[in-house]
């Protein structure tokens, strides 16, 4: 069972007269969820070039400037409307993957979420406990009503993950993505503020 995860900075800044949040260090048991860095560079060039990974998030790179250049449109600050975070290894302090906001909309309080971990992590509940946090922080810091993500039909490993969290699935997004020549099937899943503050915690419960 998750527990002793805390919001280690959650202040709020104003920025130009627009409320803005500070990208978080969150933290869980097992993880640091933290901003991304320049450090952070060759891990994600590794990361996103590794088949596993870029198969179902769509991202790929050439070259490290390339890797620049996506991490910049990630850690803007003016009208941020998408941040993406690393997942740190408490006890090892390697980073092992990463957790996304993107498509926030402060009018309609949504957002969609991304997320992957390298391959040799898989299996350890370290995604679930990651997005946890993360989408805690979502409605209780971002105020959203509604998060949502897409996954391929064929990623069974993600649908678990979603399930386990509580979303629920609305439907297929026939040919929505594009990469590599090829279109993608994606579902579309999605929870609503509600239904978080009811869920309990019965996701993880029989795996503890
Ligand atoms: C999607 C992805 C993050 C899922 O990773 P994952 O490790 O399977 O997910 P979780 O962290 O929820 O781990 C769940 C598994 O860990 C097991 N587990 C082991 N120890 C555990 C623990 N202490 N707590 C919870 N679960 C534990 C669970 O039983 C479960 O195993 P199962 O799938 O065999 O039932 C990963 O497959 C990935 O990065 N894929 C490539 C990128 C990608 O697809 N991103 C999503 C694009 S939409």
Redesign the pocket.
Same mark, same amino acid.
């Given at each position: 069972m998750i527990s002793g995860y805390k919001f280690l900075e959650t202040k709020t800044e104003q920025l130009s007269g627009i409320k803005m949040i500070t990208i978080p260090t969150l933290k869980t048991t097992r993880l640091i969820i933290r901003p991304l860095n320049e450090k952070d560079i060759d891990f994600l060039f590794n990361h996103y070039n590794q088949e596993?990974?870029s198969r179902? $998030?769509l991202i790929s790179f050439n070259s490290i400037d390339e890797v620049k250049a996506f991490l910049g449109q990630y850690t803007a600050k003016s009208d941020m409307r998408k941040f993406k975070e690393g997942i740190e290894l408490r006890s090892t302090q390697q980073l092992i993957?990463t957790v996304t906001f993107l498509n926030w909309s402060k009018k309609d309080r949504c957002a969609e979420i991304?997320?992957?971990?390298s391959k040799e992590?898989?299996? =350890?509940?370290? #995604?679930?406990?990651a997005l946890e946090v993360f989408i805690r922080f979502g409605f209780e810091v971002m105020n959203l009503n509604r998060i949502e993500? $897409? $996954?391929n039909v064929r990623?069974e490993?993600?649908r =678990?993950?979603l399930t386990?969290l509580g979303f629920i699935q609305e439907g297929i997004l026939r040919q929505k993505y594009r990469f590599r020549g090829k279109f993608s099937d994606e579902i579309i899943f999605s929870i609503l503020r509600e239904e978080w503050e009811t869920r309990g915690i019965q996701g #993880?419960q029989d =795996?503890?």
């Open positions: 596993e990974i179902y $998030t993957g991304g997320y992957d971990l992590y898989w299996g =350890k509940g370290f #995604m679930y406990e993500a $897409t $996954t990623n490993r993600s =678990k993950v386990r #993880m =795996k503890s």
